[in-house]
């Protein structure tokens, strides 16, 4: 669901099911996107990044589908464990703005019970 | 180091009080960033540097908010007359240029204040 508040989205997963994550960005002119992976105490780390001339790109486990039509970015991780329990974030930024200052989604929360 | 690393991880001041954070960024990375994370919020964009001069300041949410980099590598966020809303983690990134999207973040300073 939508975060009202402090409340973050929140998926759980049994262990070894697949995942997948979503988001909704804001900037139609937005042309790269990345996801991030932050854990309890630390900061914010790359996963997988994708640009708007693709619409799917693979990495270890996880895949980032990009839907520009709905303006739609979603993360799916393969047999999810529990090192993966983080909270996820999308960000979005126009290439060659100037500076690469991205913007932030508000992050969903996943849960993965062993 | 072999990443980017934050002073204090934590930080209690009063109200009214000034802070300073310190970010390290990685050994070559020119450009750095400051984000602030509200609890259960995404990250909110505050300045970026190219060496040491910072293009934009939009995101600084006061005057008594400022940061500096000297010689292209420490970077320090101050905050004076701090007020209850200033409670946050404040994070910090670099990256190789400001062409390179792909930011490194550091664990961050949690900073509450009484």
């Known amino acids: 669901g939508e975060s009202v508040g402090l409340h973050l989205p929140t998926l759980s997963v049994q262990e070894g099911d697949n995942s997948i994550i979503n988001c909704a960005y804001s900037n139609s002119a937005s042309d790269y996107f990345i996801w991030y992976k932050q854990e309890s105490g630390k900061g914010p780390q790359f996963i997988i990044d994708i640009r708007s001339n693709m619409d799917k790109r693979q990495g270890q486990r996880v895949t980032v589908l990009l839907n520009k039509t709905v303006k739609h970015l979603s993360l799916q991780i393969a047999a999810t464990q529990p090192g993966d329990s983080a909270v996820y974030f999308c960000?979005?930024?126009?290439?060659?703005?100037?500076?690469?200052?991205?913007?932030f989604g508000k992050g969903t929360m996943l849960l993965v019970s062993p | 180091g072999a990443g980017v690393s934050q002073s204090p991880s934590n930080k209690v001041t009063e109200k009214g009080k000034d802070v300073e954070l310190r970010c390290d960024p990685i050994?070559?990375?020119?450009?750095l960033y400051w984000y602030r994370q509200s609890l259960g919020q995404g990250l909110e964009f505050l300045i970026y540097?190219?060496?040491?001069?910072?293009?934009?300041k939009s995101g600084l949410p006061s005057d008594r908010f400022s940061a500096e980099r000297t010689g292209g590598s420490v970077s320090t966020l101050t905050i004076q007359r701090t007020q209850q809303e200033d409670s946050a983690v404040y994070l910090c990134?670099?990256?190789?240029?400001?062409?390179?999207?792909?930011?490194?973040f550091g664990p961050g300073t949690r900073l509450t204040v009484t």
């Open positions: 960000a979005e930024t126009v290439m060659n703005s100037g500076y690469s200052t991205l913007t």
């Open positions: 990134a670099s990256s190789l240029a400001v062409g390179s999207y792909e930011q490194y």
């Open positions: 540097f190219q060496g040491n001069s910072a293009p934009d």
């Open positions: 050994s070559g990375h020119t450009a």
